[in-house]
């Protein structure tokens, strides 16, 4: 049956091709896009994990993914270490690794934190090897696992960031969010980098962020608001708006995919139709043959659903290989970059390949019952 | 074995009712080997077609064995035909994708039969009529006479009691008809199937046993035929 079914198929080598490659293009879309949103939703995860985990005070018009140009005066650690139920306020002040953009997903940021009081902080992720940084390093640095791995450092090592030498200390495990292209130093070797990079920018006392941490036992929203009625000039983003921020960002991109495979849907969808139609259409009397010998309406309309659903399946397994190919490639060209731009993860290989088929099959449903319903003798009779 | 009972078929074409088989009484034996002529339009391939139970008349009855057919379901029809009658067309009988021996099997597959005895019979079924080396060309690789004898082949191996042909030697010369109508002549004596050809072509009808004759969907005359003996010339060996 599947081989009959293969033979008809490439009796109209072109027609079905065409058909083919038209489900090809919008499952390579979808693939690509899924590998982006995969990706995306990784990040996305791992920023919530970040994020969430501690209320971020930022200079007021900036937002949680930077924006604002404006600095934190060091002061306000001490007025946000008052408000009651704070249990550590962490300046931070973080600046790029390179002079270079590094292209798409969150940068590789040199993040110099207050040692004096960030060990609850640094502590929010795992390390995987070494040890995080304690009060009094100078010198030292803890690498996320993206930078360990692209400067192939391990603890001991020594590390150059922005000409001055590093050695690791400790390296955190993946967390497949920003963390992992951050390098973590104190917060006075990272300002006198900023310093050295920028000589005419006479800077002191200034934090990029205050990272803040409850007491045991205190809500975080309600600390966030009491930070925001008794600090002034400051923006405060607690993890509920955390979590909505990040959110937004992803509701968007799922939007865009959405679209993308409803456009899909309806191109593939009509040209599997319009496909199986003139199929059925140009081979009613071989229809009406097979019923007159004794095939049974099921087995007319089965062979017809498989037809539709083989065409939905090829299309479905070369696009998805393309995509999956595209990825890899693309990938490999962005690697310079400390996160890949794309994920292949099981749901970006098997969903556009079962959503083709599903495609393909319900695309011959109209067809094959149109097939599947024509009298012998009609048939027979049409030529 | 098959009966008909003033059966009918009409066709309603807009005002006009086109009666295409009038009213035919009819009873056909095992064993048979028969013609159905008539000018075209006399409904000769209307009444095979009831015959053949691919359609429901419009009143009257048509019997199989004694069982009215239009008691029988859909599938119940479908299986009686796949099991006790075969079929040979005038043209478009063979599916073009599939080689001789895959043709032939065709209706063991729709039986569920297994697909190695399906093989097997299939190439019998072939040698029978005289293609077993041709059974793994395509309709596309044989002549029209031999796709034809691939349709009889297909007919034939289910073991039908009956073999409804309709204008099989339409598109043939007169070599490969004389061929075809020995064929089904030698297989009809041999196994005692049914035999019931349409035909426009007196020659064929010359060489059955009884000829029915057709004139505005009745039976204009019904005789014994010449059952003439057949002398096909560069016969091959069968
Ligand atoms: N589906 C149909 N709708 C309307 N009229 C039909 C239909 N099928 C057959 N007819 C008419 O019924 C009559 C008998 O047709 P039928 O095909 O049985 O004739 P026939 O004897 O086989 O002719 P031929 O020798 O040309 O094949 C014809 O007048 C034909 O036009
Ligand atoms: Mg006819």
Redesign the interface.
């Known amino acids: 049956m599947l081989k009959y079914i293969v033979r008809n198929m490439w009796r109209r080598k072109a027609r079905t091709f065409l058909t083919v490659f038209g489900i090809v293009v919008g499952i390579f879309a979808l693939t690509v896009l899924g590998g982006l949103s995969a990706r995306l939703t990784q990040q996305v995860n791992g920023a919530r994990s970040w994020f969430t985990s501690k209320i971020s005070v930022v200079p007021e018009g900036s937002s949680l993914f930077g924006g604002g140009e404006g600095y934190l005066p060091l002061s306000k650690v001490a007025e946000i270490e008052e408000v009651p139920g704070v249990k550590s306020a962490v300046a931070g002040f973080g600046l790029t690794l390179t002079n270079e953009s590094s292209g798409f997903g969150s940068p590789e940021l040199i993040v110099g934190a207050d040692l004096t009081r960030s060990s609850d902080l640094l502590n929010l992720v795992d390390i995987g090897r070494g040890r995080i940084l304690e009060e009094g390093d100078r010198g030292k640095v803890v690498l996320g696992s993206v930078l360990a791995e692209k400067f192939s450092a391990g603890p001991g090592d020594i590390v150059d960031l922005r000409g001055r030498a590093f050695e690791v200390v400790g390296v955190y495990r993946p967390t497949l969010s920003a963390v992992d292209g951050f390098a973590f130093i104190s917060y006075e070797e990272a300002l006198d980098l900023f310093r050295a990079a920028n000589p005419y920018f006479q800077v002191e006392d200034i934090a990029a962020t205050i990272d803040v941490l409850p007491q045991p036992g205190v809500d975080m929203e309600e600390l966030a608001e009491r930070i925001r009625g008794e600090v002034q000039g400051v923006r405060v983003i607690s993890p509920r708006e955390a979590e909505k921020q990040i959110g937004q960002f992803s509701l968007i991109f799922n939007a865009i995919l959405l679209g993308i495979a409803f456009i899909a849907l309806v191109v593939g969808g009509l040209s599997i139709i319009n496909t199986m139609v003139m199929s059925v259409s140009e081979r009613v009397r071989e229809i009406g043959l097979k019923k007159a010998i004794g095939a049974e309406t099921r087995s007319v309309l089965s062979e017809y659903l498989l037809e539709s659903s083989l065409i939905g399946l090829s299309g479905g397994t070369v696009g998805t290989a393309l995509g999956v190919v595209a990825i890899v490639l693309l990938n490999r060209a962005t690697a310079s970059s400390n996160v890949s731009v794309f994920a292949v993860t099981p749901t970006v290989v098997a969903g556009p390949v079962l959503f083709a088929v599903v495609l393909g099959t319900l695309a011959g449903v109209f067809p094959a019952l149109r097939a599947a319903r024509l009298k012998p003798v009609e048939a027979l009779r049409e030529d | 074995m098959i009966e008909t009972r003033s059966v009918r078929k009409t066709y309603r074409v807009g005002e006009q009712e086109i009666r295409a088989v009038d009213g035919i009484d009819l009873s056909i034996g095992a064993g048979e080997f028969l013609s159905i002529v008539g000018p075209s339009g006399s409904g000769k391939t209307t009444l095979l077609?009831l015959l053949?139970c691919?359609?429901a008349p419009t009143s009257g009855q048509v019997l199989i064995d004694g069982t009215d057919t239009s008691t029988l379901t859909?599938?119940e029809l479908?299986?009686l035909?796949?099991?006790r009658i075969?079929?040979v067309?005038q043209e478009?009988?063979l599916?073009?994708?599939?080689d001789a021996a895959?043709n032939v099997e065709?209706?063991l597959?729709?039986?569920k039969v297994h697909p190695a005895e399906r093989r097997r019979r299939a190439l019998e079924a072939l040698e029978q009529v005289g293609l077993a080396d041709r059974a793994r060309n395509r309709p596309s690789q044989l002549s029209g006479g031999e796709q034809q004898r691939v349709a009889i082949a297909?007919a034939l191996v289910?073991r039908p009691s009956l073999v409804l042909a309709d204008e099989p030697t339409g598109e043939l010369d007169t070599r490969n008809t004389c061929l075809v109508i020995e064929l089904m002549r030698d297989l009809n004596r041999e196994t005692g199937q049914t035999f019931c050809i349409v035909t426009h072509d007196p020659l064929v009808a010359s060489y059955t046993r009884r000829v029915i004759t057709l004139r505005d969907g009745r039976i204009a005359s019904d005789l014994p035929g010449e059952e003439a003996e057949l002398a096909c010339e560069g016969r091959p060996e069968v």
């Not at chain 2, 599916?95 to 599939?98: A, F, S, T």
């Open positions: 077609h053949g691919l359609d859909p599938t479908t299986r035909r796949r099991e075969g079929f067309f478009f009988n599916l073009p994708v599939l895959e065709l209706p597959r729709y039986m297909r289910t």
